[in-house]
């Protein structure tokens, strides 16, 4: 079992429509949790950290945390073009780097 | 958000020459910072954890004598790839957190990426 696990997508969603991204995580000691969004080509770009119970929401982002289910997921509301990207979801398991799962791939539709 | 610098953000050389990838913490200082590699459409791996003033430590199925890492100062680590072949060409990322931090809780901030390409 990988220890971070994403839907490798593409998921495709039409634009202003709310897009729903999940990843699970293995490890129950994991403290912190982070989406990443990458752009073809680029880097890694913080997007959203969350590190209790519940929602967490910025702008047009929420991140959900369920600790009891090793559940996290990050809505995106009224969704533009711009946003398709891959987004990554990152765990910290205790060990100083980042997990990071796969990512999923997001094509939000004009 | 914090600032990482990587340099260069591309870079072509010749099989069996040498690369040197630097990475830097601009307004933070660094005790920890990590390296990764992205091949195409695939995520990040992880390659190693270069430690300010100490050894680096790397990922299982990462060559240390052919990636080599320095972490002089908290605030630059330099990867140098080796006697490069077409196989190493890659996308190389750095990041770091923020020593002030706690290691639970402080996200990593990543450098603009490598792009190298062995001909």
């Known amino acids: 079992q990988k220890e971070v696990e994403q839907n490798s997508g593409p998921l495709s969603v039409p634009e202003g429509a709310i897009a729903s991204l999940n990843c699970t995580y293995s490890d129950r000691v994991s403290q912190s949790f982070f989406w990443y969004r990458q752009y073809s080509g680029k880097s890694p770009e913080l997007i959203m950290s969350?590190?209790?119970?519940g929602d967490k929401e910025d702008g047009r982002f929420t991140a959900q945390l369920n600790k009891a289910s090793q559940y996290v997921s990050l809505l995106i509301r009224d969704s533009q073009p711009s946003d398709s990207a891959t987004y990554l979801c990152?765990?910290?398991?205790?060990?100083?780097?980042?997990?990071f799962g796969s990512g999923t791939r997001l094509q939000v539709q004009p | 958000g914090a600032v990482v610098s990587q340099h260069p953000s591309r870079v072509i050389c010749k099989s069996g020459t040498s690369v040197k990838i630097e990475c830097r913490s601009l307004?933070?200082?660094?005790?920890?910072m990590f390296w990764y590699r992205q091949f195409p459409k695939q995520s990040l791996m992880l390659m190693a954890t270069?430690?300010?003033?100490?050894?680096?430590?790397?990922e299982q199925g990462v060559e240390k004598d052919k990636f080599l890492i320095n972490h002089a100062s908290l605030t630059l680590s330099t990867l140098t790839v080796t006697s490069a072949h077409p196989e190493d060409s890659s996308f190389y990322i750095c990041?770091?957190?923020?020593?002030?931090?706690?290691?639970?809780?402080?996200?990593?901030?990543f450098g603009q990426g490598t792009r190298l390409t062995v001909v």
């Open positions: 990152a765990v910290n398991t205790g060990r100083r780097a980042l997990t």
């Open positions: 307004d933070f200082q660094a005790t920890t």
């Open positions: 270069s430690n300010e003033g100490s050894k680096a430590t790397y």
């Open positions: 990041s770091a957190r923020d020593s002030g931090g706690g290691i639970g809780i402080t996200e990593a901030f």
């Open positions: 969350i590190y209790s119970n």
